[in-house]
């Protein structure tokens, strides 16, 4: 299992660890719901060094990019950041990530860390073009600092105004006496706050500034326990669960990342689903009575008992103290206000389709 | 963490406090603290009379859900109310008002299977 260059930190801290996309990762440090409510509330630091980083360069860098991607990523200026996916042949999605635009011929790609050799084989697989590519996923730490007093804390180690760099761009710049960190108005939490990538040799320096920093603002160290909740919270698809090798984007509600104005691979499919309509499609819920907590993979039902859809991610809401989830059904129970139900060990639950983000 | 000396302990982390016939039954303080924040207790077993190691009922965590296995064979007489509205009690008072159930014990040499703190602390290494 790899290390973080801040696993040490984590266990001295007292976090309690699990595997994780073949990582040994932080899931809780104080508890829960007390790093969830702090990122919601005010600000917490997330070590997401697994996160897996590649650097696309050359004349051809955009062309391999929009051939793989289903976002427009002609429409990216230097300096912004785009959400995207890359689709695979099957009608499934091979993995979410960020695009960076650094220049016309410069670009920086983020992946999921379950998926990183999967993303780097496809890639290289499509690569026709002699763009040149380096899988620099090693060599990078990404600290996310997220809430509301996110920007408050890293301000201070900076001279870059943070308040220039608008949700979805960055700027790369001195944080911390550290030269050259990518300064990321990004973020899975939708608290707000940046994300801060490093190269190893600095993460550690980075984590204490970032915690002197934030100290007035009772800043915690937060671990993926609360990244879920907080992602979920805000509706964000998880590769996994809401994303997988065979949904379509069409089906996950990404059809506004999914762009048919170009060309990208297994367009067609994905454009005759969106003209001629999905089968199933991604839904927010919400348990309306008291009985236990969806889960990945339990069952939605209709009234006269049918299975009708699956849940993809659930949780208790520690914001809303309620259980949500995301669920693929059937279209016809999709629409906001549908009554369904949640099928919990022997139980079915009074379950609402509602609007997401719930929060 | 704390594990009172009067309580037999699980290896399934269960403790059970005996008066005359009845054991009353809650997780440890080491089992709430793995499973964190407690937001739902399902007692599924009222009424029923269950052997040894059988579930009993769920405990669910934000992140996880565990089965809650009966340390003791016997009938399920109450479960505790307060649980409803405050599965938190689990956390903050895991061996007082976050006990789960009292349970009428059918088989009292089932109590010589249990662990006394001492060796209920070795087993789980603190």
Redesign the interface.
């Known amino acids: 299992m790899k290390n973080t260059a801040l696993t040490n930190t984590h266990i001295a801290l007292g976090a309690k660890m699990v595997p994780f996309a073949g990582y040994n990762m932080p899931?809780?440090y104080s508890?829960?719901?007390a790093e969830h409510n702090q990122v919601r509330n005010s600000v917490g630091v997330f070590d997401v060094s697994h996160m897996g980083e590649f650097s696309i360069k050359g004349e051809k860098a955009l062309e391999l990019i929009q051939l793989v991607t289903t976002n427009d990523a002609s429409k990216l200026a230097n300096g912004k950041i785009q959400y995207t996916c890359i689709t695979n042949n099957e009608g499934g999605i091979v993995d979410d990530l960020l695009v960076y635009r650094f220049t016309e011929t410069e670009y920086f790609l983020v992946v999921n860390a379950s998926n990183i050799e999967k993303d780097w084989n496809w890639i290289a697989q499509h690569n026709s073009f002699g763009a040149e590519m380096e899988n620099v996923s090693e060599q990078f730490s990404l600290l996310a600092v997220q809430g509301p007093n996110g920007l408050n804390t890293i301000q201070k180690l900076t001279e870059v105004n943070l308040s220039n760099i608008p949700y979805y761009s960055f700027a790369n710049g001195k944080v911390a006496g550290i030269e050259d960190v990518i300064i990321s108005n990004t973020g899975y939490t939708g608290a707000g706050g940046f994300e801060l990538y490093i190269k190893n040799a600095d993460a550690q320096k980075m984590w204490d500034a970032i915690f002197d920093a934030g100290k007035e603002f009772g800043i915690l160290p937060c671990g993926l326990?609360c990244r879920?909740?907080l992602r979920l919270e805000k509706a964000f698809c998880l590769y996994g669960h809401e994303l997988n090798d065979t949904t379509s984007p069409i089906e996950a509600g990404l059809g506004w990342i999914t762009k048919f104005s170009k060309h990208f691979v297994n367009d067609t499919y994905h454009k005759q689903l969106k003209e001629n309509g999905v089968a199933q499609k991604l839904v927010g819920f919400e348990v309306l009575e008291?009985?236990?907590?969806p889960?990945q993979n339990y069952l939605l039902k209709n009234s006269a008992g049918e299975t009708i859809g699956k849940v993809t991610s659930g949780?208790?809401s520690?914001s809303l103290n309620k259980p949500i989830g995301l669920a693929y059904v059937q279209t016809k129970y999709a629409d906001v206000g549908t009554e369904i139900l949640l099928e919990v060990?022997?139980k079915l639950l009074k379950t609402k389709v509602v609007k997401t983000p719930f929060l | 963490m704390n594990f009172p000396t009067e309580l037999k302990y699980s290896k399934e982390h269960e403790w059970v406090k005996v008066d005359g016939n009845v054991a009353t039954i809650g997780i440890s303080d080491f089992a709430q603290k793995e499973l964190g924040d407690i937001v739902y207790v399902d007692i599924e077993a009222m009424g029923k009379s269950l052997s040894k190691d059988a579930v009993f009922g769920t405990v669910e965590a934000v992140k996880t859900v565990s089965d809650l296995f009966i340390p003791i064979s016997g009938k399920v007489l109450e479960k505790n109310p307060m649980l409803d509205a405050q599965p938190e009690l689990v956390n903050t008072d895991p061996y007082g008002n976050g006990w789960m159930v009292k349970v009428e014990m059918s088989n009292l040499e089932d109590l010589n299977s249990l662990m006394d703190s001492a060796t209920y602390q070795t087993h789980i290494g603190v």
Not at chain 1, 290 to 293: A, D, E, M, T, V
């Open positions: 899931v809780t508890g829960l719901v326990g879920d909740t008291r009985g236990g907590i889960r949780t208790q520690p060990r022997d």
